[in-house]
């Protein structure tokens, strides 16, 4: 059973928006920050934004701040990210990802989680 599973991604024009979602199947996944990443050809996989396990605190990275909103269901075990006014350069395999221990680890670094889906593809045309 894969522990992650994305959706939601496809072609936008810029300006346009699209809705991510993120199902879980790990027993714990509301215990633990759950967050977006994403990753284009030739460049290294980023954080996009992250959510605590209680859905109170949030981070985004600067580039999407004002556009991007993550939530999270932890009754349905599903995380969401909903992305407007989306711009080419969002163009990317997009990621979410558990975070391995709310104690310690960046929640901006990738090695701070320990499960990940596969990815959904988001591109966006200019």
């Known amino acids: 059973q894969v522990p992650l599973v994305e959706s939601g991604g496809g072609l936008v024009q810029a300006g346009g928006s699209l809705r991510l979602s993120c199902a879980a199947s790990?027993?714990?996944?509301?215990?633990?920050?759950l967050a977006w990443f994403r990753q284009a050809p030739g460049k290294e996989r980023e954080f996009v934004a992250g959510?605590?396990?209680?859905?109170?605190?949030?981070r985004y990275r600067d580039s999407v701040t004002g556009r991007f909103t993550i939530s999270r269901d932890n009754a349905n075990n599903t995380a969401s990210l909903q992305m407007n006014s989306l711009k080419p350069e969002a163009t990317a395999v997009y990621l979410c990802a558990k975070k391995t221990s709310e104690e310690y680890g960046s929640i901006w670094a990738s090695r701070s989680y320990d499960n990940w889906g596969q990815g959904t593809q988001v591109t966006v045309s200019s």
């Open positions: 790990i027993r714990t996944f509301s215990d633990y920050t």
């Open positions: 959510v605590s396990w209680s859905g109170d605190y949030k």
